[in-house]
């Protein structure tokens, strides 16, 4: 293994949750031929701030794929409720590949695996070689990621203009439960945005008393006995769902096996930030202010915390 480079950031970005979050963040614009700009400018945006505070040697962009994943092959219903993708935005993605490379930033898919999956894996992967592993994310996911304060999820806030930033005493001190057990949240409450069902009639305040006495849904189960002596109801609607229970936390861990880079220089940042062709390349969108932002930001936007759930 590398010698850990302590003051070295990974940056990991979650690409489409971040170009989507900047889409609904913004008005729409148009680049000077007339297409849509307006996620590619707040994907831009975001990048810069990014590269001003970070200053990060190694970063990678996910991307989910059109592929189906395990996950719905497990679960037909999985996501089927999320609306169909802005015929303004269909271009702006595929174009923020672009944009992203620009910046010097590898961007990674991989068929039958989701943006979270390979950011859980690189994290993970190489969080002992680097300072620090900064997760960028547009949702509440890849918290399950997170990991003392040597990986971080850095969540946008109100649009995109300011960030909640979360290490693992963050996590817990918002939610109550460890970042591991995350899946175990969202295999009893579920989560709407993924349509994963999760067990009916257990709320967050539960599913918290639950892990925090059981720790892990399948201990819950295991310890069985135990809840249905102290609340009856409660067990039974736990066995009811048991099946249930157990496919939505799959469905809501991140993998750590993705196929993925797997030496920490394939991920090194091959771009720098006050060169003339980025300038250009933004330009061509029609983001002047962009450019001047580069050349002039001193000061990085304030960061606050913020409630999750």
Not at 108 to 133: K, W
Not at 273 to 289: A, H, P
């Amino acid at each position: 293994m590398e010698k850990k480079r302590m003051k070295d950031t990974l940056l990991l970005i979650d690409a489409n949750s971040i170009i989507h979050r900047a889409y609904h963040a913004l008005p729409p614009l148009t680049a000077p031929n007339g297409e849509p700009t307006g996620a590619l400018y707040g994907l831009a945006s975001v990048l810069i701030r990014l590269f001003k505070e970070k200053h990060p040697r190694y970063a990678a962009a996910a991307f989910d794929l059109p592929e189906p994943t395990f996950r719905k092959q497990k679960f037909s219903g999985y996501k089927a409720l999320r609306p169909p993708t802005p015929d303004d935005l269909i271009p702006q993605l595929e174009a923020s590949k672009d944009l992203i490379s620009r910046f010097g930033i590898k961007v990674l898919g991989v068929p039958g695996y989701e943006a979270d999956d390979i950011i859980a894996t690189l994290a993970q992967r190489f969080s002992g070689q680097v300072g620090q592993v900064v997760i960028l994310s547009g949702d509440l996911d890849l918290l399950q990621a997170v990991d003392g304060d040597q990986v971080v999820a850095e969540i946008p806030q109100k649009g995109i203009s300011t960030a909640v930033i979360y290490n693992e005493q963050g996590v817990l001190d918002r939610l109550g439960i460890r970042p591991n057990q995350v899946p175990d949240y969202k295999g009893l409450v579920g989560d709407k945005s993924d349509n994963i069902p999760g067990v009916s009639g257990v709320g967050p305040k539960t599913a918290v008393t639950l892990i925090k006495t059981y720790g892990t849904i399948e201990n819950i189960y295991q310890k069985i006995q135990l809840l249905e002596k102290e609340s009856p109801i409660l067990a039974d609607k736990l066995m009811r769902n048991k099946e249930t229970a157990l496919l939505s936390k799959e469905l809501a861990t991140a993998l750590r096996d993705a196929p993925s880079p797997k030496g920490l220089e394939e991920l090194a940042v091959g771009a720098d930030l006050y060169q003339t062709s980025l300038y250009r390349y933004l330009e061509g969108f029609g983001f002047k202010t962009l450019v001047q932002r580069i050349e002039q930001e001193s000061e990085p936007p304030k960061r606050k915390m913020g409630k999750l759930f």
